[in-house]
């Protein structure tokens, strides 16, 4: 993992990426931005989508449920928990 992922400078921005899951929006964030997430960020993204399966609003997309930069910042902030609180084994 880079110096540049450790020092907290994760961007900052009104998020405007679509996303009709938790793992589209984690694949369009490392599109934009060029940064791979954190092996346990990435864990807890396929959780919080395995969670939607069999839900009432399961195919509804993700955007229209919760808005697209409170989801971008929520893993943003997953991220940040996981790279300032795990040990170096569990880095990318």
């Known amino acids: 993992m ?3 992922d450790l020092d907290g400078s994760y ?8 996303c009709n899951s938790w793992i589209g929006l984690a694949a369009s964030i490392k599109g934009l931005y060029g940064q791979l997430l954190h092996y346990l960020t990435n864990l807890s993204i ?9 839900a009432s609003d399961e195919d509804v997309p993700l955007d229209t449920l919760i808005d697209p930069a409170k989801a971008e910042a929520s893993i943003w902030l997953i991220e940040e928990m996981h790279i300032y609180t795990t040990s170096l084994f569990f880095h990318c």
Not at 11 to 18: A, G, V, Y
Not at 46 to 54: E, Q, V
């Open 2 to 4: 880079a110096d540049q």
């Open 11 to 18: 961007p900052r921005k009104e998020s405007l990426i679509p």
């Open 46 to 54: 396929k959780k919080w989508n395995s969670l939607r399966i069999g």
